[in-house]
T-cell receptor, first 110, second 110 residues
Framework: AQSVTQPDIHITVSEGASLELRCNYS??????LFWYVQSPGQGLQLLLK??????LVQGIKGFEAEFKRSQSSFNLRKPSVHWSDAAEYFC????????FGTGTSLTVIP | DTGVSQDPRHKITKRGQNVTFRCDPI?????LYWYRQTLGQGPEFLTY????????KSRLLSDRFSAERPKGSFSTLEIQRTEQGDSAMYLC????????FGEGSRLTVL
């Protein structure tokens, strides 16, 4: 069955520190992959996407993600976190029908 | 293009009543999705359309739920005989690749 796993429910980082959010997927073939961010009371905003090609993709707000087929992973990274990055982050995967992980809540300490 | 719009934004109803949500997608997008999101969880897939054809329905979509997309434009999601467990945020997204989400319709069943 198709599924998306985000192992970290909550992560706390200091402002200026680097960030990596983990995402693993289970799918029959290589799916389309996405990262979305959701701030409290706000809608889901697309950070970046992977359809094919270069396995390192750049997104908005300084985020990047790397697709690793051998590990069925699509981890999100940012070199230096800003206080405004505090939010809920969701990984999604699929072809036609898209599945979301349960999310990782990011807290940024000043 | 004003993005994906959903109506109403909030709905409070009594158990047993019927409710209907409307979604207007981005005009050139041929796919339309409905998701449900509860507090602290990721979006759960409910159903999706390609043009007017409903291609997939989740097992979460009991016979009390029905979705339509007449003429391949706007879509409605109806919940009959609402239960307290139906309280959630109902999200609509449209797609021509990645998903673009609306702000959601929050349902509270008393």
């Amino acid at each position: 069955a198709q599924s998306v796993t985000q192992p970290d429910i909550h992560i706390t980082v200091s402002e200026g520190a680097s960030l990596e959010l983990r995402c693993n997927y289970s799918y029959g073939a290589t799916p389309y992959l996405f990262w979305y961010v959701q701030s409290p009371g706000q809608g889901l905003q697309l950070l970046l996407k992977y359809f094919s090609g270069d396995t390192l993709v750049q997104g908005i707000k300084g985020f990047e993600a790397e697709f690793k087929r051998s590990q069925s992973s699509f981890n999100l990274r940012k070199p230096s976190v800003h206080w405004s990055d505090a939010a809920e982050y969701f990984c999604a995967a699929g072809v036609g029908q898209f599945y979301f992980g349960t999310g990782t809540s990011l807290t940024v300490i000043p | 293009d004003t993005g994906v719009s959903q109506d109403p934004r909030h709905k409070i109803t009594k158990r047993g009543q019927n409710v209907t949500f409307r979604c207007d997608p981005i005009s050139e997008h041929n796919r339309l999705y409905w998701y449900r999101q509860t507090l602290g969880q990721g979006p759960e897939f409910l159903t999706y359309f390609q043009n007017e054809a409903q291609l997939e329905k989740s097992r979460l979509l009991s016979d009390r739920f029905s979705a339509e997309r007449p003429k391949g434009s706007f879509s409605t999601l109806e919940i009959q005989r609402t239960e307290q467990g139906d309280s959630a945020m109902y999200l609509c997204a449209s797609s021509y690749g990645e998903l673009f989400f609306g702000e959601g319709s929050r349902l509270t069943v008393l």
